[in-house]
């Protein structure tokens, strides 16, 4: 799986001070059981934002893909909450729920770093 960071990238509060430790466990392609995945999804028609569990994203169906990651979550709970509250900064700030264009979605918004 290649990630690719969004440069102003969405955790829960409580998650802030856990994300060197939890960015880096991904990168390094280690099991992080509860972590949840939000991402831009691959079609712009089907949804909003993607939700992944980290170890589905293990499996390798997925080995070959690139996934732009717009925020990290600890819980299922807190992902679905967490898309949540990006959705409603979206609409409130743009009026539509067109997430590229409320992120900015250029390619120096997403950090180059790919991680395998």
Do not use: C
């Not at 392609?29 to 509860?34: C, D, S, T, V, Y």
């Amino acid at each position: 799986m290649h990630y690719i960071w969004y440069d102003k990238l969405y955790f829960k509060e409580n998650n802030a001070k856990k994300k060197t430790r939890l960015l880096h466990r991904l990168e390094k392609g280690k099991p992080e059981p509860n972590l949840y995945i939000l991402a831009l999804p691959e079609s712009r028609e089907r949804n909003i934002l993607d939700i992944y569990s980290s170890l589905e994203l293990m499996q390798p169906h997925y080995k070959n893909r690139s996934k732009y990651v717009v925020g990290i979550a600890r819980g299922k709970q807190d992902a679905i909450e967490l898309a949540s509250s990006i959705v409603g900064d979206m609409y409130n700030t743009n009026g539509n729920f067109d997430i590229r264009a409320f992120l900015n979605f250029y390619e120096d918004t997403f950090s180059g770093k790919e991680v395998l």
